[in-house]
C-alpha cells in the first residue's frame, strides 16, 4: 500500500468527533479565557510542533494583546 492510498484509508476510516464550527467555538473560548487572565501580562504562546502550529494560529489570531510566540519539537 502506497503512502496515499494509506492516507486515503485513515480519511474513510476516520469518525469526526468535533465539526469546524464546535473547534472554533472551543478555541474561541479559550481566547477569551486567555485574554481575561494573561492580557496584561505579555505572556509566552508556546506551541509543540508539528501538530500544534495549527491550533497556535488559530488561538494567536483571537489573542489581541502583545505577546510572544515561540515553539518545542516533541519527538518519541
Wanted: hydrophobic fraction near 45%.
Amino acid at each position: 500500500m502506497t503512502l496515499t492510498q494509506e492516507i486515503q484509508r485513515v480519511k474513510e476510516e476516520a469518525v469526526c468527533l468535533y465539526n469546524k464550527a464546535e473547534v472554533s467555538e472551543a478555541i474561541e473560548r479559550m481566547a477569551e479565557t486567555i485574554s481575561e487572565r494573561l492580557a496584561s501580562r505579555h505572556p509566552i504562546l508556546l506551541s509543540v510542533l508539528n501538530g500544534g502550529i495549527f491550533m497556535t494560529s488559530e488561538l494567536a489570531l483571537r489573542l489581541d494583546f502583545p505577546l510572544e510566540i515561540d515553539c518545542v519539537k516533541a519527538g518519541r
